[in-house]
């Protein structure tokens, strides 16, 4: 018994061809697939960065005012201590005052970190946007601390007339002013990895003004 192999109907060279104009059809496809992904994917990455740009700038300007207003922070502790140190048993400081520290934003980094978008940017680029979310972060929690120390001194400031509480001011005005250094180096720190990022101040991002002077003004007791 005799098996025959089909032939194609117009000869194999021109069966070849067919195929051949086939196979290319296919690979035009997936590449044309494929630039089309890459495009998609350099549109997403360049929003996604657009958006953590557009949010860090608006922390820097928040850091700039915060850092704006640690001199005269500083002052105002020493106000408070020649206060304590001069001011008769009997007396008590109603309201001290303290700083309005801006808090910061990282919402667009939470959303990033966590897209699949975040693993098309160059790994460079994911740990220079990497260190400087986590400054901010640290400089929020800095800041709460600081915010804290205040609170904690206002209270004492305020019932100043019993020598319990007259005891503990110089204590309260270390802390406070141990956590004032603490954001202080960490935000200066912030700012030079948002310099490398080429992140400018965008003070539009403020929706009051912060007057940066204020805890110069003479202590009130």
């Not at 400087?132 to 004492?156: C, H, K, M, P, V």
């Not at 319990?164 to 005005?173: A, D, F, L, M, N």
């Not at 603490?182 to 003070?203: E, F, M, Y």
Request: aromatic share 6%; proline share 5%.
């Amino acid at each position: 018994m005799h098996f025959h192999v089909p032939k194609p109907l117009h000869g194999w060279r021109e069966f070849s061809g067919e195929v051949g104009i086939i196979v290319i059809g296919v690979l035009i496809a997936l590449a044309a697939q494929q630039t089309v992904e890459t495009l998609q994917w350099r549109d997403s990455v360049s929003q996604m960065r657009e958006a953590m740009r557009s949010e860090l700038a608006v922390d820097r300007t928040r850091v700039e005012v915060n850092l704006a207003q640690d001199a005269c922070i500083n002052a105002r502790l020493d106000a408070i201590l020649r206060w304590s140190a001069s001011a008769p048993p009997g007396a008590r400081i109603a309201n001290a005052g303290g700083p309005f520290l801006w808090n910061y934003h990282m919402s667009t980094w939470d959303i990033t970190k966590t897209s699949p978008t975040a693993g098309h940017f160059s790994l460079k680029e994911q740990l220079m946007y990497a260190g400087a979310y986590d400054s901010i972060a640290n400089e929020q929690r800095y800041l709460f601390d600081e915010q804290g120390s205040w609170t904690d001194l206002a209270a004492t400031l305020a019932s100043a007339d019993r020598p319990e509480s007259r005891g503990q001011i110089e204590r309260e005005v270390a802390g406070a002013r141990l956590h004032l250094a603490t954001r202080d180096s960490n935000g200066r720190s912030l700012l030079v990895r948002l310099d490398q990022l080429g992140i400018k101040a965008d003070p539009a991002g403020l929706p009051s003004r912060t007057d940066v002077h204020q805890l110069c003004r003479p202590l009130k007791g």
